[in-house]
């Protein structure tokens, strides 16, 4: 009889997610689904127009190992008409399989056994196995409680000199919180006296409400020569499936990542790359993203303010955080399960997104949804 050898898990603590957990909850209870961060409509036709256009011109073989050139052209001339750094797109720009690939390789490219990297808890959840994976220490430093603000001191008093990499992410999921000019610039001074290198996860760039603008971390020199910017056109156009991202970093980093990249993907399929090139000559569908959300925040909040949830600030992303102190004393994963089997809403536990958990009563909603669906939700919702 033949057997499978036994292998020593790379990565022991790792199960199957809440986000599929809760999906999987979500289908068998005919919830409506708040949980997993994607949008339920569909991207605009001409981008899939430009995605068939392309495969019929016949460009279906491997493309540069970097990305496809026009597309790398305009990734850098949008980051400098938006920030006003000029990445060069030969040297500094590079296509992903998505941001969790980029965010991967960027960690394996400069993280050797024993280096320290520090992560701001709540924090998305590839970026601890990333840094397992590299061998390195996961250091992990709390955003202050309630608020979800970078504390600058606790930051600064983790850095050892095995510190390698610092990782923010703005707008920020979980927390739909978004770091301020003064924060990056605080974050800048605090690293200038070290040779910590910064990931800077910007993949909601395009989703921050109220007037307010994104502060990317290639609009602060002092920031952009340490940092690997992380971006994905996944969020930017509501094609989170097709797993398309960017990293743009100075030359020697960017030919370190490239290092990585060729052989973990070498590429990324050719016609989605070519449609997205043609599809972001106009540049009206991402600056009109911050207001195409905020709608759907405005018509989500307004409905969930006549419930007993208390409603966090959402600043930025397409996530909201609700207090449900007032309905249940419940813990979180508790609490979003009930939620999802007798409310019929699902949502995700906040204490996912730490370490060991921490509980606070806080639940995460996504309102990348139809109208329809955040009515819907709305509606099972009032019942709290
Ligand atoms: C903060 C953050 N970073 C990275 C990603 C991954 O993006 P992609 O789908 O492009 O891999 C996500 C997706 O949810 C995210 O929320």
Same mark, same amino acid.
Request: hydrophobic letters at 45%.
């Given at each position: 009889?033949?057997?499978?050898?036994?292998?020593?898990?790379?990565?022991?603590?790792?199960?199957?997610?809440?986000?599929?957990?809760?999906?999987?909850?979500?289908?068998?209870?005919?919830?409506?689904?708040?949980?997993?961060?994607?949008?339920?409509?569909?991207?605009?036709?001409?981008?899939?127009?430009?995605?068939?256009?392309?495969?019929?011109?016949?460009?279906? %073989?491997?493309?540069?190992?970097?990305? $496809?050139?026009?597309?790398?052209?305009?990734?850098?001339?949008?980051?400098?008409?938006?920030?006003?750094?000029?990445?060069?797109?030969?040297?500094?720009?590079?296509?992903?399989?998505?941001?969790?690939?980029?965010?991967?390789?960027?960690?394996?490219?400069?993280?050797?056994?024993?280096?320290?990297?520090?992560?701001?808890?709540?924090?998305?959840?590839?970026?601890?196995?990333?840094?397992?994976?590299?061998?390195?220490?996961?250091?992990? $430093?709390?955003?202050?409680?309630?608020?979800?603000?970078?504390?600058?001191?606790?930051?600064?008093?983790?850095?050892?000199?095995?510190?390698?990499?610092?990782?923010?992410?703005?707008?920020?999921?979980?927390?739909?919180?978004?770091?301020?000019?003064?924060?990056?610039?605080?974050?800048?001074?605090?690293?200038?006296?070290?040779?910590?290198?910064?990931?800077?996860?910007?993949?909601?760039?395009?989703?921050?409400?109220?007037?307010?603008?994104?502060?990317?971390?290639?609009?602060?020199?002092?920031?952009?020569?340490?940092?690997?910017?992380?971006?994905?056109?996944?969020?930017?156009?509501? $094609?989170?499936?097709?797993?398309?991202?960017?990293?743009?970093?100075?030359?020697?980093?960017?030919?370190?990542?490239?290092?990585?990249?060729?052989?973990?993907?070498?590429?990324?399929?050719?016609? $989605?790359?070519?449609?997205?090139?043609?599809?972001?000559?106009?540049?009206?569908?991402?600056?009109?993203?911050?207001?195409?959300?905020?709608?759907?925040?405005?018509?989500?909040?307004?409905?969930?303010?006549?419930?007993?949830?208390?409603?966090?600030?959402?600043?930025?992303?397409?996530?909201?955080?609700?207090?449900?102190?007032?309905?249940?004393?419940?813990?979180?994963?508790?609490?979003?399960?009930?939620?999802?089997?007798?409310?019929?809403?699902?949502?995700?536990?906040?204490?996912?997104?730490?370490?060991?958990?921490?509980?606070?009563?806080?639940?995460?909603?996504?309102?990348?949804?139809?109208?329809?669906?955040? %009515?819907?939700?709305?509606?099972?919702?009032?019942?709290?």
């Amino acid at each position: 009889m033949s057997t499978t050898p036994a292998i020593q898990s790379r990565l022991p603590q790792v199960g199957t997610t809440i986000f599929t957990v809760m999906s999987a909850l979500a289908q068998e209870c005919g919830a409506v689904n708040l949980g997993q961060g994607f949008p339920d409509f569909n991207c605009d036709p001409a981008l899939v127009d430009h995605v068939s256009a392309a495969m019929r011109e016949g460009l279906n %073989q491997y493309p540069p190992m970097t990305g $496809v050139p026009q597309l790398r052209e305009r990734y850098a001339a949008k980051i400098e008409a938006l920030y006003g750094r000029r990445y060069d797109a030969t040297s500094e720009i590079t296509i992903t399989a998505g941001a969790t690939q980029a965010i991967l390789t960027a960690v394996l490219c400069c993280v050797h056994p024993g280096d320290e990297v520090i992560v701001l808890e709540p924090c998305y959840d590839s970026y601890g196995p990333a840094i397992e994976l590299a061998g390195g220490k996961v250091v992990r $430093v709390p955003l202050t409680p309630g608020r979800f603000r970078p504390d600058f001191e606790r930051i600064a008093a983790a850095i050892t000199s095995r510190t390698r990499l610092l990782m923010i992410n703005s707008p920020h999921n979980p927390s739909a919180t978004v770091w301020t000019a003064a924060e990056m610039q605080r974050l800048a001074g605090l690293l200038a006296p070290t040779d910590v290198l910064l990931l800077s996860d910007e993949v909601y760039e395009h989703m921050v409400f109220d007037g307010a603008a994104h502060v990317s971390a290639s609009s602060i020199p002092a920031l952009a020569s340490r940092a690997f910017v992380v971006s994905s056109f996944g969020k930017t156009y509501h $094609v989170t499936g097709w797993k398309v991202g960017t990293v743009a970093a100075p030359a020697a980093l960017t030919a370190e990542f490239r290092k990585v990249h060729q052989f973990n993907v070498f590429t990324v399929n050719t016609p $989605v790359q070519h449609a997205l090139a043609r599809h972001m000559a106009d540049p009206a569908p991402y600056l009109g993203l911050p207001a195409f959300y905020q709608r759907k925040r405005d018509l989500f909040r307004t409905g969930l303010a006549a419930t007993r949830l208390r409603l966090l600030p959402s600043e930025g992303s397409y996530f909201q955080l609700v207090d449900y102190s007032a309905v249940s004393s419940l813990p979180e994963a508790e609490f979003c399960q009930w939620l999802t089997r007798e409310i019929g809403v699902a949502a995700i536990p906040l204490a996912v997104f730490y370490e060991g958990g921490f509980e606070q009563g806080l639940a995460r909603l996504c309102f990348a949804k139809k109208d329809e669906t955040l %009515q819907a939700a709305l509606a099972r919702l009032a019942r709290l």
